[in-house]
């Protein structure tokens, strides 16, 4: 039996995100409120780094509110990219300039995560709020989003942002893409007195092993 519905909002956005807090921010700066639906009770950064290029850059521009002036405060313009090949005893070498493909920075994700959620108003983003599944209401084909805590929302617009194993995808009927397996580690290191590296990204490449580094800050380097 369906939980009594005891509310009803305009527009509510599946995850908080980096893609779910850029999406609430764009409709706040349009004059349009929205609702961010976290089932975490905090917000979260999966992964370390991120490298945003230039059509990236113009995107955070366009989010306005300083967000991408935040960001490029702690995230180092990166010149070139040195690639580096292993064979053997054989090592080939090739550097590229960035010059002509435009801004590309390394920012952290907790970064890119935060910039945008300081920027939107207070009770945007509802924490612990777990979607277990949608439903289509038919009198008004609006969407009935019922949470594991027993509450029921009703939707006038639902934006799915929730990425893999999504409950809006599953909703759709969309079928998630087929992902090659891989394995993948990053983080970064710390250096209190600074690291001294150039502004570049390093690639070693051997086999199918592939090991990154670049700068994020002066005293950050991300691997």
Same mark, same amino acid.
Not at 167 to 176: N, Y
């Given at each position: 039996?369906?939980?009594?519905?005891?509310?009803?909002?305009?527009?509510?956005?599946?995850?908080?995100?980096?893609?779910?807090?850029?999406?609430?921010?764009?409709?706040?700066?349009?004059?349009?409120?929205?609702?961010?639906?976290?089932?975490?009770?905090?917000?979260?950064?999966?992964?370390?780094?991120?490298?945003?290029?230039?059509?990236?850059?113009?995107?955070?521009?366009?989010?306005?509110?300083?967000?991408?002036?935040?960001?490029?405060?702690?995230?180092?313009?990166?010149?070139?990219?040195?690639?580096?090949?292993?064979?053997?005893?054989?090592?080939?070498?090739?550097?590229?300039?960035? &010059?002509?493909?435009?801004?590309?920075?390394?920012?952290?994700?907790?970064?890119?995560?935060?910039?945008?959620?300081?920027?939107?108003?207070?009770?945007?983003?509802?924490?612990?709020?777990?979607?277990?599944?949608?439903?289509?209401?038919?009198?008004?084909?609006?969407?009935?989003?019922?949470?594991?805590?027993?509450?029921?929302?009703?939707?006038? @617009?639902?934006?799915?942002?929730?990425?893999?194993?999504? @409950?809006?995808?599953?909703?759709?009927?969309?079928?998630?893409?087929?992902?090659?397996? &891989?394995?993948?580690?990053?983080?970064?290191?710390?250096?209190?007195?600074?690291?001294?590296?150039?502004?570049?990204? @390093?690639?070693?490449?051997?086999?199918?092993?592939?090991?990154?580094?670049?700068?994020?800050?002066?005293?950050?380097?991300?691997?």
């Amino acid at each position: 039996m369906d939980h009594a519905i005891f509310e009803d909002l305009d527009v509510v956005i599946v995850s908080g995100g980096i893609c779910g807090l850029a999406t609430a921010l764009a409709l706040h700066r349009e004059g349009m409120k929205s609702v961010v639906m976290e089932r975490s009770e905090a917000l979260r950064a999966t992964g370390g780094g991120i490298a945003i290029q230039a059509n990236g850059w113009r995107a955070l521009d366009e989010l306005g509110l300083g967000v991408a002036s935040k960001l490029r405060l702690n995230a180092i313009l990166l010149e070139k990219v040195r690639d580096i090949f292993l064979n053997g005893s054989k090592r080939l070498e090739e550097l590229t300039s960035f &010059s002509n493909i435009g801004e590309i920075r390394c920012v952290k994700r907790s970064d890119l995560i935060e910039a945008p959620a300081q920027d939107l108003p207070l009770g945007t983003i509802g924490f612990g709020c777990q979607i277990l599944y949608v439903k289509l209401d038919t009198n008004s084909c609006f969407t009935i989003l019922h949470l594991n805590n027993g509450n029921t929302i009703r939707a006038k @617009v639902l934006i799915g942002c929730d990425g893999a194993n999504s @409950v809006v995808a599953d909703f759709l009927e969309l079928k998630p893409m087929k992902l090659h397996s &891989s394995c993948v580690v990053r983080g970064f290191t710390y250096f209190p007195n600074g690291h001294g590296f150039a502004h570049e990204l @390093v690639r070693t490449r051997r086999d199918n092993t592939l090991f990154g580094m670049a700068p994020v800050k002066e005293k950050v380097k991300c691997v």
